[in-house]
Every structure is written in C-alpha cells, then in structure tokens.
C-alpha cells in the first residue's frame, strides 16, 4: 500500500495521520466515558498506527518512476478486501439475528448482543460495510478505464476509504454500546455522520477531479450512475441526519425533526437510499462490469438516458409510500404511490437494457458463472422493482406494511440484485488486479452462484409465505365479528419460515465465505498474465 | 433532445447540476408543506410531553432498538382500530424527537399500550418474555431491572429538546433529575410537584416495583404505560 507513494505523499498521509490522532485525542479527551470515548480511542490507535508506517516509509525506497503512466489500483484492492471483510461480518450477524427469532432463548444475557442492537449492526455491515466499501472500490477503478485516466491523486482515495471504514466501525460498535439516533440505516450519531459528510467531500472531489482530467470526450453512464449515487446521498444524509448534541462532549444527540416532518424526512432518505445507494451505485457497477464480462455494448444508448433521468427524478418521491394509512397527510401518500408505480419505468428499461445486451452471449451466460451472477442480479432487479411498485399501491400495502413480507422485499433486492451485482464485478475485477486471466479457483464460482441463488430463494419465498400469512392472519375477522387472531397466533405461525430464512441467509454467508476465500488466494497468487485484459492508459499531463 | 444529452455529457458539472435539480423537486414538494402544518393542524389543548422518567425510558426503548420490532402508529385500517384501539394521530407524535413509528411488527404494535397491562406485568415480562408469554419471541431484559437509572443528564437532554420546540420550562428542566425520581415514589415530598408541571393524569406509581432505588425499569415501564395517554384527542369522536 504505503510502496506505491511518492515521498510527498508519505509526507500528507503522515500529517492527515497525525490529525487523526489528534481528533481521537480530542474526542477522547472531551468525552472521558461513554461510547465517544471509545471512538475517539479507535481513531486514536488508527491514527497513530497509520503515522508510525507512514513515518517508518519516509526511509523506504521511493514509490516506482512511470508510476503515473499507470492506474492506480492499490485502493480497488484494498476496497475489495474491505467489501468481504464486511460481507462476512453483516452476513454473520444477520444469520445470527434470524435464528434469534426462532431460538430467543439463545439471546445471551447481555446488553450488547440483544436482537435490537444488533439488528442494525447487520443492515449498516452489510449495507455500508459491505455495499458501500463495494461502490467506492469498483467506481474508483470504473472512472479509471472509462476516463482513461489516472486517479487526480494517490492520498485522497486511502483518506476516502480508511475514513468511510472508520465511520461504518464508529457506527456498528456504537450501537453495541447503545448509541443510536434509532432512524433506520441513518442509526450512526452525530459526530460520524459530521466525518462521513467530509470523508464523501473528498471522494465527491476526487471524482470531479478524475473526470476532468479524462481522455475520453464523454462521460460514460456508469459515472453517472455513480455521481447520482456520492451527490443524492451526500443530499439524503445531510438533511436526515441534522441534530442538536446533547452535548459537544457526548454521543447522544436530538433530531431537528419531529413526528411527521421526521417521519417523511427519515422515509424521504430511507427510500432513496435503496434508490440512490443500493441502486444508482450497482446500475454504475453493472453498466461497467456487465458488458466488460460478456464483450457486448450497451444494448441501447438511448434506453440508458431515459432510464438514469427516469430513475433520478421519479425516485426521490417514492419514500412516502412507508406512510400509507398512517397521520401523513393522504396526498403525500398518493403521490409517493403514483411516483412508485410509475418508477416501474425506467427500471425495467435499465433491467431490460442489461439483459439485451447479453443477446448474443447467452452461451457465456451459460458456461461462466461470473457472468450468471450478473444476469441473475439484473433479472432480481426486474423483479424486486416490480414487487416495489406494487407493495406502493395503497391496498396491497395495507396488507404488507409491518409484515415480513417488506423484509422478503428487501432481500430480493439486496441478495438477488446488490450481491450478485457485487459478486459478478468482483470476479470480473479480482484476476485483472492479480494480473491473471481467472480467479485462484475457478470452480468454486460455481459453488458460489449456486448457494446464493439457492439462498436468495429459498430466503425470499419463507418471506413472501410468512409476510402473506401474518398479514392475513390480523385482518382476519371471526363469524362472531370480532379478529380471529391473536397476535400472538399470528408470532406462532412464523416459526417455520423464520426457521427456513435462517437456513436460506446460512447458505448465503456459505457462499460469500467462498467468495472471500477465493479472492484472498487470487490476490496472494502469482500474477499469469500481467494486465492482458486491462484497458490502455492514455499519455498523461504529468501530476 | 438526444443532442441535448449527448452535450450534457461531456461537461462533468453540468451533469452535477441536472442530477441535483433533477433529485431535488420530488423532496422539496413532499416535506416542505409539511412545515405549514402547524397552522393546519390543531394541536389539542391537553397534549403533555414525556416527564423525565418517561423520557429517560424513552431513551432505554432507543438504545435496545425496541423500535425495530413494534411500531407506534396505529393506521386507519378497521383491523388496526380493533385490536389496538384508536387510530394515531400526528399530533400524538408532535413533540417525538425523533418519531418512532416504526416499519415492522415481529412484535406488536405499541402506540396504544399504556395501561393495557400493569406495571408487574410489563416487568415481569420485560425480565423474561416466556414466563409471561410462554410462545413470545422477545429478547429478556433482566439488567434493566439491576441497573440504576442515570438521572444526571436528563437537564440537559431536556434543555436540548426545549431548543427545538418541546414545552419543557425552565421549571420543569431544572427538577428533571428531581421529577424522575419522584414520579417513581408516590409517597415521597416531590410526588406533587410531578402532577403540578405535568398534569394530574399523569401516573405517579412504584412502576419497577422495587422501592429501594430507582432503575431502568422503572423509567421503561413508566415510559410504555404513557403511549397513547399524552392527550385524549384520539379517542375523542370530535
């Protein structure tokens, strides 16, 4: 990592390192206790750690001459090893916390591990940790190639990336320590959400940076994709996440907003970070990584305009389709419904546009597992967005809102689409940062697909099953009038789908442990042969 | 128009600009109405805040991610209204910093709780689910009942939640700390002053049955036996 830096680059990493250390002291410092305390410690020892082998490389031989006629893929790498880190993490707790709701007995008595605190150590693992460690890694090396040029600078993207990892671990051990905001997949307190606002600065600027050094005319749409992604969710997470501190020196902190302005604001962000995080970010990733892997244009141009503004502009409406039926007012309500079924639009377009691109390397389909996972993600995609719009309409929300039917939603789409997606680029990307033709062990691929589509399946449909039956279950009303069930029927009735979703999310995580396993020994490997498969670099402006 | 875009995209800023504009407009129609509400919206005359137990167990709810198996919004559905009673309404949630509807029910919902069941009830059950309800799926939460209940900072929490519109007077911050403790001690001299800045509706009961110190279960079951009971409107036919 710290060998392919120039003097001057040890020299800013050493002071961002040394700043670091000091924020954590600071913070350290002010709180004394409590869960800003620890962080400030964790930033403390990151910092120091980081200064002590960036200060030792100022002795070390200088980074390679002609390093800058090359893309600069060491932080790809280590984004990728991050990506599965976290997939193993998010992946674990969530297997975890479904056999808690079939096994409550086994909740160890202790704060720390009860199911309300580490149901949210699950969704921001695997969402932020795992997801988003996979959008900064592959859009730094998507920007590359599709720009033809070399990242603006070398320090900006480890800051970017050792920050945002710094966030998700400040956000998962904080809620273990029972600091919340408790506003779903925004959870993280005041001061992380301040330092992940300059952590996305600094990736936001990087790729602005990027772009304008491009020695391509055009922007390709996969960036587009991904600068929708790092403006609307700089937008989402400023505006969801402004508090008052109790204190500068403690954790805990107030919303600015209250009942149902903060139930739209949280809705309006949730929503759009499905839109914006677990969708604008992997259609970047697919427009790449799809056609790159099945040697096939973009079925159409125009399709993919249509769909990206369509996607843009419906989607940020949608999120007060959570609302239906509740205090929000009834016209926001039907407008969030409106705007949900129409966005079905542009989403097929972008789930169709892949699929036809395919045409004519369906035997690929057949044969090359990587490139499965990337059809199956945008199949799922198609599916999970129809299943969206269709739980928006009024009524048959009115039956699938509270239920596990949302829950079986969400994993078509996180599963089937944003996994998938992730697997099939980082099967596409690992052998050409390893200088190789194939992964260390091609086979175990098909291990892989085969567990996550057997889990997805197997998860969606216990979920789809329970949802429909619980949600049956409490409008249901007796011949004398009065509901049929109790709700306490309705938890009895779930014990064998929380039981099968458990099985379904284990042959999940069974698959990302391959998957990790299968990356480690590609990095380790011998290089076969060296960037056969890479993209040329175009003459530089020297830096 | 596809001239148009094929130009867009070949100035990075001003695809930033129509990605902006564009994720904008949705946002900005939905919630900023929002804001007029309040002229719109009659917030009932004997609509009360959280005491400071019952915040401080609101805190304890938040912290042990409660809200991620109950939701407290009743919706407008007849099932709902007969199950758990009247249907929410948004000024019930008025002073919610942050509100906590919630988005699924692995448990029920909770927006209609108070004084349902006792307060042994709520305490044996939140001790150990199963020996209440021997098929509930709920995590136990037997330290609540052996941990004190941090009383320090509620000022200050309070004093945070006035700067962004609560009705907590200076009088009622600065016997935060006070108030708790009083809420829980129906016998003891301060048990007045919590009916005096509060209302006499509110509850003044032993909630954690232990009347030797003060715990998070006294403030998490004062907490829960007050949703639904801030004001009266809901179950007012008007």
Known sequence: ?543 | MLRLHYNLERVSMGLVAAIIVAASIGGLVEIAPLFTIDETLEAPADLRPHTPLELAGREIYIREGCYACHSQMVRTLADEIDRYGPYSLAAESAYDHPMLWGSKRTGPDLARIGEKYSDAWHAAHLVNPRAVVPASIMPAYPWLAATPLETSSLSAQMATLARLGVPYSRERIANAAQDALAQARPDSAGATGVAERYGARVAVRPFGGDPTRLTEMDAVVAYLQSLGRLTTAAHDPH
Not at chain 1, 19 to 37: H, S
Not at chain 1, 84 to 102: E, F, P, Q, R
Not at chain 1, 112 to 119: D, H, M
Not at chain 1, 377 to 398: D, Q
């Open chain 1, 1 to 543: 990592m710290i060998a392919s830096l120039s003097m001057p680059e040890r020299q800013s990493g050493l002071i961002l390192a040394i700043g670091l250390a000091v924020l954590g002291l600071a913070m350290l410092g002010a709180a004394k206790e409590g869960p800003m305390a620890v962080h400030g410690a964790m930033a403390m020892v990151l910092g120091i750690l980081l200064a002590f082998a960036l200060a030792g490389a100022l002795f070390e031989p200088d980074a390679p001459a002609g390093r800058t006629a090359l893309y600069y893929d060491e932080p790809t790498r280590f984004g990728i090893a991050m990506t599965l880190v976290w997939a193993l993490i998010g992946m674990s707790i969530g297997v975890w916390v479904a056999a808690l709701l079939y096994w409550p007995e086994a909740t160890p008595l202790w704060p720390a591990t009860s199911f309300g605190r580490l149901r949210p150590v699950h969704t921001t693992g695997v969402i932020f940790g795992f997801g988003g460690n996979a959008l900064i890694a592959t859009s730094l090396h998507v920007l590359q190639r599709t720009s033809r040029a070399r990242l603006a600078d070398s320090v900006t993207p480890w800051f970017v990336l050792i920050g945002y990892n710094l966030f998700c671990a400040w956000a998962v051990t904080g809620y273990l320590m029972g600091s919340t905001q408790s506003k779903e997949y925004a959870e993280a307190e005041w001061y992380a959400d301040l330092w992940l606002v300059v952590v996305w600065v600094a990736y936001f600027a990087l790729y602005l940076r990027t772009l304008a050094r491009r020695n391509e005319p055009h922007i390709y749409v996969a960036n587009w994709y991904y600068l929708a992604f790092i403006l609307v969710v700089a937008m989402l997470h400023i505006v969801n996440n402004i508090a008052l501190p109790v204190s500068l020196a403690g954790s805990r902190s107030f919303t600015v907003w209250a009942g149902i302005q903060d139930a739209m604001v949280q809705w309006w962000y949730g929503h759009n970070a499905v839109a914006f995080f677990l969708t604008a970010g992997f259609l970047g990733m697919l427009y790449y990584f799809l056609p790159v892997r099945a040697e096939r244009p973009i079925w159409s141009y125009r399709l993919s305009i249509v769909s990206f503004w369509g996607i843009v502009f419906f989607y940020i409406w949608v999120g007060s389709h959570h609302l239906h039926y509740t205090a929000l007012p009834y016209w926001v309500q039907t407008l969030g419904m409106t705007f949900s079924v129409m966005l079905l639009v542009p989403s097929w377009a972008s789930a169709g546009n892949a699929i036809a691109t395919l045409n004519g390397a369906w035997h690929k389909v057949r044969d090359d597992a990587t490139l499965r996972f990337m059809f199956v993600a945008a199949v799922f995609y198609g599916l999970s967005t129809f299943e969206g719009s269709f739980l928006a309409i009024r009524p048959v929300n009115s039956l699938s809102h509270y239920t596990d039917w949302t829950v079986g939603h969400v994993h078509s789409g996180t599963l089937g689409w944003v996994a998938m997606i992730i697997f099939g680029a980082l099967y596409t990307l690992v052998p050409q940062l390893s200088g190789r033709r194939t992964m260390a062990w091609p086979k175990a691929i098909e291990w892989h697909f085969w567990l996550s589509v057997t889990g997805t399946l197997i998860y969606v449909v216990a979920m789809w099953n329970a949802g429909i039956t619980q949600g049956l279950m409490w409008r249901t009303y007796g011949a004398n009038g009065g509901l049929a069930y109790s709700f306490l029927e309705s938890v009895m009735a779930m014990a064998p789908y929380y039981l099968l979703r458990t099985v379904g999310g284990a042959l999940f995580l069974a698959g990302a442990a391959i998957c990790a396993l299968n990356v480690r020994a590609t990095m380790l490997a011998a290089p076969a042969a060296a960037g056969a498969t890479d993209r040329p670099l175009l003459p530089q402006a020297a830096e």
